[in-house]
């Protein structure tokens, strides 16, 4: 088991890597003079020229990437052309924020979506199923932009004034304005974990060995928490993993919408400022969080399953 | 229908009228079945597939499946009424079942220690009883999972678990499936201990009248969700009163070779398409006018308005002397690989113009992969396969159609083997235009009869037919091509033994009337007296007996050989015959 995780580690180095070079060579490529995007259109042609001496930017691509890498590498990823801060500096505590956001959204709707999906295979083919079963298509089907102006309209602007629409702090997130975001990224993710979870059980609950559990004249608890749940979270796992790592991505368009101060939202911002080294690390950190999850995941199904875990000793 | 030897049963397990019906068909898939089972005794219950059986047994524990439910009738378990809030506290405690495949029907998440833990009783039973079935009662055991066991040691864990609560009654059904005679023996050894020891009922489900007659005291005969014939085992199989008992015991293959096999025309129906009346009398020898209209009632053990007019008889069996002819087919030094592991090694094997060889041996021994290199399915093989003198390139791709053509290919399961969207007459055609050119008329039609099919089913697609009659199909696509070996891959291991019975009848029909050259794979030796003139045997992937099929299966040499004969239970005729 350790050597296939580090397998799966190393794999996951190798994949950021190739991805570093992606996001480098798409940042080079973006149209237009970063030095004249900083500047702006009445910068005189001796300034831009020592800017883009000071930001290396005639350099040949290669030992620019080098030297990029080589600062990633001592967590040190530039100076922000816009504000003039470190990147780790400016970065850091919108890091945090966002992974509140997602830890918060993925504690919530994890435990939930599978309870809602045993529930829901348990109660087959009844009134609950059918309901649940239309709920959750139709979220899945929702792009997450309508689901939070939907909250946005119902908890906020609408007659229930409860909570705020968009965030208007300056750095610090309180509850009240994590509520709506995570709530949002909940409803995005959630669906597809209960449709899955139902499936899964629904199999589990046919097996031989659940209806051997029942013969036994097991109490149905016994049988649904001991012989079924166990056999349905492997398969269940890669389900879960691949929502979670969605989130590393899917937060720019939430914290876009509700202007939270995390990683998605300097995205944007550095994009429209052309703020090279912030988009590059952000980029590159989103990817990390996808392998890191996915890498999670894997390990979970691989524990789930007691044939691979006899296996390795 | 209360005789007061019967109001007397209080111990032991009284079924009155049990009917479960399917949802939403209404359709009883069990139909007012009664049953007396006392303790320490063994019933067989026995019937073609789709009979019921396992609906019936599962209803001894008040268990329907999705799609049953129960429509009347109770079970009594010692007097006690298994129903409403006493059936969780009695399953497990009064009565256990036994499942027909204990690979999936352990929980494979969870160790041995707690799948035994939770049926009660506390560590020194749980190890109590692991001993009385032959299993280590060691921590190290405890500690596995149900994938660290052989097959036999998980059914062996699934007896365990069903006598832990010293039940009442114990079901047990098809418990040896896909197990071989050897681990089947020694289960079934252990299940008639165990039912002694612990003076329980025992419900013993299977379609094997081979085991019900070394194993039952008393046997239920099922037909179509009814029971049909119902007594003292020996009585039963000496003199069975029911024609469908009768000619079921006339399909069962004779391991001593001295009864010839007939099969049961026709199929079972299904609960819906039951006919009203007698359910068998469709392929009843025996039907009158009355039986199409009036279901018969059980009396005296038997439901049959012809009781007892219909009779067991023994086709005697004349052994041919086996003559010597050139070789149709001929392997030599056959070696084949998957990846890098090797399934067979150095095979050689001749099958004489106009005969049959069995191929012999248990799952795993590599028999399909050397049917299959010989047909050209599996080109990842050494040595040569000859055919009528002349060597054959080893990928199907290479032959020539002509060389194609002569050896033709019977799967082992009909229900996979047929394209679900075509018709008959596309699926029996499909290799003939190809390997034949021009397909000369009534090809379909003339293959079908000699299948015994009738051309009415051209135009069917395989759904639409039974397993026997898809078989059937696949015989006849196979003879359409105008082979002159035919290669069959455990073509009945899928079927029931009346429709068993009547394909190795057409197949050995076929080789006698048109000479045509057979290699008849199969796991059960029982079959290989009657169908082949000459054996193989088959064990990891070599060849370690061989000859005339008399010969070999009188004198075994290889203890393997021995060890098969002396562990397949023996459904032995002279009892019978009066
Ligand atoms: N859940 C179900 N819903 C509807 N019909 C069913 C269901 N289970 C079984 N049947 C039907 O009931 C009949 C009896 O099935 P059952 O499984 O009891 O047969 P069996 O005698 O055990 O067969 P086998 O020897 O193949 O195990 C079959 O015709 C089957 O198609
Ligand atoms: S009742 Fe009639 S059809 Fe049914 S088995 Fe008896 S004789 Fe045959
Ligand atoms: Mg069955």
């Avoid at chain 1, 237009?32 to 005189?44: H, S």
């Avoid at chain 1, 990633?72 to 504000?83: A, E, I, K």
């Avoid at chain 2, 029907?105 to 001993?131: F, K, M, S, Y």
């Amino acid at each position: 088991m350790v050597r296939l995780a580090v397998k799966r580690l190393v794999f996951g180095a190798l994949i950021l890597w190739a991805v570093s070079v992606v996001v480098f060579l798409a940042t080079a490529a973006l149209p237009g003079d970063t030095a004249q995007a900083i500047l702006g259109r009445e910068a005189t042609p001796e300034r831009l020229a020592a800017l883009r001496l000071e930001l290396h930017l005639d350099d040949p691509l290669v030992s620019q990437y080098f030297s990029w890498l080589g600062g990633l590498l001592t967590f040190d990823p530039g100076r922000s052309l816009v504000n003039g801060l470190p990147v780790a500096e400016f970065v850091g505590p919108r890091i945090v924020n966002s992974l509140v956001l997602m830890l918060t959204a993925a504690v919530v709707s994890t435990p939930l979506a599978m309870f809602l999906g045993t529930w829901s295979a348990v109660r087959r083919d009844r009134a609950a199923d059918h309901v649940t079963a239309v709920v959750t298509l139709v979220l899945a089907a929702l792009p997450e932009f309508v689901v939070g102006i939907t909250l946005v309209i119902v908890f906020a602007t609408g007659p229930l004034r409860l909570l705020p629409a968009v965030y208007v702090g300056t750095g610090q997130v309180t509850f009240v304005d994590l509520v709506l975001p995570a709530l949002t990224l909940v409803l995005a993710v959630g669906p597809y974990i209960v449709r899955m979870m139902r499936a899964t059980m629904i199999e589990v609950l046919e097996s031989e060995y659940v209806q051997q559990a029942r013969l036994k004249g097991l109490p149905e608890r016994t049988v649904l928490l001991r012989h079924a749940v166990p056999n349905a979270v492997g398969p269940v796992a890669q389900v879960v993993a691949l929502q979670l790592a969605w989130l590393a991505g899917g937060v720019v368009v939430v914290e876009f919408l509700f202007r939270y101060p995390g990683i998605g939202y300097a995205l944007v911002d550095a994009v429209n400022n052309r703020d090279l080294p912030v988009v590059q690390a952000l980029a590159l950190l989103i990817a990390a969080l996808y392998i890191v999850v996915n890498l999670l995941a894997d390990l979970v199904s691989l524990v789930a399953n007691p044939r691979v875990r006899t296996a390795i000793r | 229908m209360t005789t007061p030897e019967r109001t007397e049963v209080l111990t032991g397990v009284r079924v009155r009228g049990l009917t479960v019906a399917g949802v939403p068909s209404g359709a009883p898939i069990v139909d007012s079945v009664d049953l007396d089972v006392r303790p320490g005794e063994i019933l067989g219950l026995v019937g073609e597939s789709g009979s019921g059986k396992t609906t019936l047994g599962l209803a001894l524990l008040a268990y329907y499946k999705r799609g049953t439910q129960l429509a009347g009738g109770s079970v009594a378990i010692n007097g006690v009424d298994l129903a409403g809030a006493a059936v969780r506290r009695m399953r497990g405690d009064a009565v256990a079942y036994i499942p027909q495949s204990p690979a999936s029907a352990l929980n494979p998440a969870l160790r041995i220690r707690t799948q035994l833990g939770e049926c009660g009783g506390d560590d020194a039973r749980v190890r109590e009883v692991l001993r009385e079935v032959a299993l280590p009662d060691t921590d190290v055991f405890l500690r596995r999972y149900p994938h660290q066991l052989s097959g036999g040691q998980q059914q062996r864990v699934a007896i365990a678990m069903a006598f832990l609560g010293r039940p009442d009654l114990i079901v047990l059904d098809e418990p040896t499936t896909g197990l071989d005679v050897t681990t089947q023996k020694h289960v079934l050894e252990t299940v008639r201990k165990m039912c002694a020891t612990y003076s329980c009922a025992a419900v013993y489900i299977t379609h094997d009248m081979a085991v019900v007659a070394e194993l039952t005291d008393r046997i239920a005969v099922m037909y179509s969700g009814r029971v049909v014939e119902t007594g003292p085992a020996r009585t039963v199989l000496r003199s069975p009163q029911h024609p469908y008992t009768a000619r079921l015991l006339m399909a069962v293959p004779d391991l001593d070779g001295r009864r010839e096999i007939r099969g049961i025309p026709g199929h079972a129906p299904s609960p819906v398409r039951r006919p009203a009346g007698c359910a068998f009398a469709p392929r009843c020898p025996l039907v009158v006018d009355r039986c199409r209209d009036e279901v018969p009632a059980l009396e005296d053990g038997v439901r049959c308005f012809r009781a007892g007019v219909s009779r067991f008889e023994v086709v005697e069996r004349v052994e041919v002397p086996v003559v010597s002819a050139d070789a149709a087919l001929e392997v030599r030094g056959l070696s084949a690989w998957y990846g890098s592991h090797q399934v067979l090694e150095d095979i050689s094997l001749s099958v004489p113009r106009g005969q049959c060889v069995a191929l012999l041996g248990e799952s795993g021994s590599g028999k399909t992969t050397l049917a299959r290199a010989i047909a050209g399915l599996h080109p990842r093989h050494g040595g040569e396969v000859v055919l009528g003198g002349e060597s054959l390139p080893p990928s199907g791709l290479r032959r020539t159609p002509l060389q194609r053509r002569r050896i033709q290919y019977v799967f082992q399961n009909p229900y996979e083997s047929l394209n679900p969207r075509k018709t008959v007459r596309e699926l029996v055609l499909a290799p003939a235009r190809v390997l034949l050119g021009k397909v000369p008329d009534g090809l379909v039609e003339d293959a079908l009869s000699q299948a015994a099919l009738s051309p009415e089913l051209a135009s069917r697609y395989p759904d639409q037919l039974s397993g026997g009659e898809r078989q059937r199909v696949a015989i006849a696509r196979a003879l359409a091509a105008q082979p002159e070996v035919l290669v069959c891959d455990e073509v009945t291991s899928a079927l029931d033994v009346s429709v068993q019975a009547a394909i190795v009848e057409l197949i050995a029909g076929l080789r006698e009337r048109k000479g045509l050259t057979l290699l008849f794979v199969t796991h059960d030796i029982a079959l290989v007296r009657t169908v082949a003139q000459h054996v193989a045997v088959l064990e990891h992937g070599r060849i370690v007996e061989r000859g005339p099929v008399a010969e070999v299966l009188a004198a075994p040499e290889h203890p393997y050989t021995q060890a098969l004969m002396a562990d397949t239970p023996r459904f032995d005729t002279s009892r019978f015959s009066q």
